[in-house]
């Protein structure tokens, strides 16, 4: 009998091993990979950097209200591009977008609505810093042909598939179909995506936490006191020295949580507290979410489980608090005791 093949897992062959499971479809898996590929596009695009004339605004500003990086743009067009022809699709929406996008009448429509931040991290782009891209996947609900916005306001439990893909040192690809989050590292002289991570735990317990804490003066008094309670240290009541990290791109922040542990967090404030919160709940906190409870992790707005808040807008904004899972806890502990 001829033994297993030992070479490496392409995202192809993971993909067709997960369709014979019975984990996923022809039409998801389909998906999938054209969502990689066109993260494979904005790779290239990002690591050509100044030599390829995508730094800097384009001149532009989007409907949450920021000024637009040439590579915000390019990426959002090369997911749009690459995944309007495929026959998956029903629709798409993206952060760059004010309205979701139906997909065109000259093409089939599929069963699925793909929602994406094209380019997170956008602030730091120009500086040679990490960024990425965050996607999330829903079924367009039944009988609907041409979905509107209101079709993609579904809760985060909902969700089929979710992902992100860092351009850091190495491409990496995090995905989850709902059978535990997997991360691929691009091959970038073969240019496949290759499984280097089967399974990824989100470590229990953590002495690391990530925020931005020059926000600190206009926070709620229970994350003052969270965070003040961290900062004591040993001589504290959380018994323990903390080391602090911000990266200010969600995808980086994330997947250092995501390999090593850690907790993430863009709570409310009074200057985004009009607005709910500062980070997107449909493009960015959902998708995160799915992966990191794929993991082992928790997360959560502080008051209810992430995936539980039913969106009422597309660009709908949350608190977030995210990765391990009792340092979560231990966060939501303090939001409730205040409330
Ligand atoms: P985007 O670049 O997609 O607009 O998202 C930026 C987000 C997120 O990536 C990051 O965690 C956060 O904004 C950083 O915010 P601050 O600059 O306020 O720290
Ligand atoms: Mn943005
Ligand atoms: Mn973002
Ligand atoms: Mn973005």
Same mark, same amino acid.
């Given at each position: 009998m001829t033994q297993p093949s030992t070479t490496p897992v392409s995202l192809t062959r993971f993909l067709i091993e997960e369709q014979r499971a019975g984990r996923v479809s022809a039409d998801l898996r389909l998906l999938i990979e054209v969502v990689a590929r066109a993260c494979k596009t904005i790779s290239i695009a990002v690591g050509k950097g100044a030599l390829g004339g995508v730094l800097g605004d384009a001149g532009t500003g989007n409907i949450q209200g920021e000024a637009q990086k040439k590579l915000d743009v390019i990426a959002n067009d090369v997911l749009l591009e690459a995944n309007a022809w495929g026959g998956h699709l029903a629709g798409l929406a993206s952060e760059e977008m004010d309205h979701s996008m139906p997909i065109p009448d000259v093409y089939p429509r599929g069963n699925f609505l793909l929602l994406f931040d094209p380019l997170d991290g956008s602030s730091n782009i120009d500086v040679n810093v990490s960024v990425g891209?965050?996607? @999330?996947? !829903? %079924?367009?609900?039944?009988?609907?042909?041409?979905?509107?916005?209101?079709?993609?306001? $579904?809760?985060? &439990?909902? $969700? *089929? #598939?979710?992902?992100?893909?860092?351009?850091?040192? $190495?491409?990496? !690809? /995090? !995905? &989850?179909?709902?059978?535990?989050?997997? #991360?691929?590292?691009?091959? =970038?002289? /073969?240019? @496949?995506?290759?499984? &280097?991570? %089967?399974?990824?735990?989100?470590?229990?317990?953590?002495?690391?936490?990530?925020? +931005?804490?020059? +926000?600190?003066?206009?926070?709620?008094?229970?994350? $003052? =006191?969270? *965070?003040?309670?961290? !900062?004591?240290?040993?001589?504290?009541? %959380?018994?323990?020295?903390? +080391?602090?990290?911000?990266?200010?791109?969600? *995808?980086?922040? /994330?997947?250092?949580?995501?390999?090593?542990?850690?907790?993430?967090s863009y709570p409310l404030d009074s200057k985004c507290a009009p607005k709910g919160g500062k980070l997107r709940l449909m493009y960015e906190a959902n998708p995160m979410s799915f992966l990191v409870e794929q993991a082992g992790g928790a997360a959560s707005t502080g008051r209810q489980r992430m995936m539980d808040v039913q969106p009422t807008g597309l660009h709908q904004r949350v608190p977030v608090f995210l990765g391990s899972k009792a340092e979560v806890e231990a966060a939501v502990r303090y939001h409730a005791e205040h409330d």
């Open positions: 891209t965050i996607f @999330s996947v !829903l %079924r367009c609900p039944e009988g609907v042909v041409t979905p509107a916005d209101e079709h993609f306001l $579904q809760p985060g &439990t909902a $969700q *089929v #598939a979710a992902g992100y893909c860092v351009y850091g040192p $190495q491409t990496t !690809l /995090v !995905l &989850t179909v709902g059978h535990g989050t997997h #991360a691929f590292t691009l091959d =970038r002289e /073969v240019g @496949s995506f290759v499984l &280097t991570t %089967r399974g990824m735990r989100v470590p229990e317990e953590t002495k690391e936490f990530a925020v +931005n804490a020059s +926000n600190q003066r206009f926070w709620e008094p229970p994350m $003052q =006191r969270y *965070v003040g309670d961290m !900062l004591l240290g040993k001589e504290g009541p %959380r018994g323990k020295d903390f +080391n602090m990290r911000w990266i200010a791109s969600m *995808v980086a922040d /994330v997947h250092r949580i995501m390999t090593r542990g850690g907790i993430f």
